[in-house]
């Protein structure tokens, strides 16, 4: 795993830089289409997959709490219309109501190809915050239920 981490630390954050280069921070409604996680053509995430992708086991013992508020709240997800396999995420913060956290992830029906979320260490690329990683354990183990 520490060899994997090493290989990441040297990688940009190539969804921020997407993102950042089309404006996509915007509420362009004519960019976005909402959705469901019916809908999506997402990927399966096992347990060992999401450790993988978050580099452990923290972020995804904080899921719990971001989850209840995503049901919870007026949370959104989103399509992208101009490309497959993008979507964006409005997440409630736990600590402060009045805050709310943009979350993109782009994926194929495969894997998870990249991610990136506006909070402060959201756009690293050797693991992933706990929204992201609460998201992708949300939409990857719907699939599983299904």
């Known amino acids: ?17 997407f993102v950042t280069e089309n404006n996509l921070e915007r509420r362009s409604v004519a960019k976005w289409v909402d959705t469901n996680q019916e809908y999506l053509d997402f990927p399966s995430l096992d347990d060992n997959t999401l450790r993988l ?3 452990g086991i923290y972020q995804l013992k ?9 049901l919870g709240s007026d949370c959104n997800l989103q399509l992208y219309r101009e490309m497959e396999g993008l979507i964006r995420v409005r997440l409630q913060s736990r600590h402060i109501s009045s805050r709310s956290y ?3 992830i782009r994926y194929d029906s495969d894997h998870i190809i990249g991610w990136y ?3 402060k260490c959201g756009s690293r690329t050797v693991g992933t915050c ?5 998201v992708l354990w949300y939409l990857g183990q719907q699939i599983l239920v299904i």
């Open 1 to 17: 795993m520490a060899a994997r981490m090493r290989e990441l630390l040297s990688h940009s954050n190539a969804l921020q830089q």
């Open 53 to 55: 992708l978050t580099l």
């Open 62 to 70: 904080l899921k719990g709490s971001y989850i209840q508020e995503y």
């Open 102 to 104: 943009l979350i993109w």
């Open 117 to 119: 979320c506006r909070c």
């Open 130 to 134: 706990s929204h992201v990683a609460s």
